[in-house]
């Protein structure tokens, strides 16, 4: 079971990327997932959801608006696209899957990649 | 947003210690809390979920317990391996975490 993030990097305010996380190892589309972000020396917050079929899909305030996320569930890819950034969403990105299967569920998060890092700078 | 507010932000023990770290929510989130160790340059790894269930590989010397509002996670006896921040985590509603706890061995 892994999940393999990519697509970080610098990036101006007011700049876009987009994040992938290619998942393995369990059967994708009846989990949930998420990213959660860490800004550096500093501690975790949710970002966004979406459900196992991929139609439902859920936002932090501080990111609605502003970033969308989407999967392909034939492709075992989940992307979270960002736009719109600011300095304060300078932070390492970790892609989640919710703990249990099923319909979506805020939930724990028992698997997690290894993070992206994305830095907002001019 | 439900705010989690832990306690303290940093301990220090000495191997064989029980520590217990407290997080409180600013509302009740019934028993939608987990805990998180998360060590430096890794990604966070789950220790407990539904306020009392242990992951699966998780050594038995963490344990979880509270409901409603206020929660803790009890290490038993601390290993050097324990030595991390930890994170509780409410799922609830909309996720929000908690501030950490630092655990330094002694």
């Known amino acids: 079971v892994q999940l393999v993030e990519s697509g970080g990097g610098l990036v101006q305010p007011g700049g876009s990327l987009t994040l992938s996380c290619a998942a393995s190892?369990?059967?994708?589309?009846?989990?949930?997932l998420s990213w959660v972000r860490q800004a550096p020396g500093k501690g975790l917050e949710w970002v966004s959801g979406i459900s196992g079929g991929g139609g439902s899909t859920f936002y932090a305030d501080s990111v609605k608006g502003r970033f969308t996320l989407s999967r392909d569930n034939s492709k075992n890819t989940l992307d979270l696209h960002l736009t719109s950034l600011r300095d304060e969403d300078t932070a390492v990105y970790y892609c989640?899957?919710?703990?249990?299967?099923?319909?979506?569920?805020?939930?724990?998060?028992?698997?997690w990649g290894q993070g992206t890092l994305v830095t907002v700078s001019s | 947003d439900i705010q989690m507010t832990q306690s303290p932000s940093t301990l220090s023990a000495s191997v064989g210690d029980s520590v217990t770290i407290t997080c409180r929510a600013s509302q009740t989130i019934n028993r939608g809390l987990a805990w998180y160790q998360q060590k430096p340059g890794k990604a966070p790894k789950l220790l407990i979920y539904?306020?009392?269930s242990l992951e699966s590989g998780v050594p038995s010397r963490f344990s979880g317990s509270g409901s409603g509002t206020e929660f803790t996670l009890t290490i038993s006896s601390l290993q050097p391996d324990d030595s991390a921040t930890y994170y509780c985590q409410q799922y609830n509603t909309y996720p929000t975490f908690g501030g950490g706890t630092k655990v330094d061995i002694k």
């Open positions: 190892g369990f059967t994708f589309s009846t989990y949930a």
């Open positions: 989640a899957r919710h703990r249990f299967s099923g319909n979506y569920n805020h939930d724990s998060f028992n698997v």
């Open positions: 539904k306020a009392s």
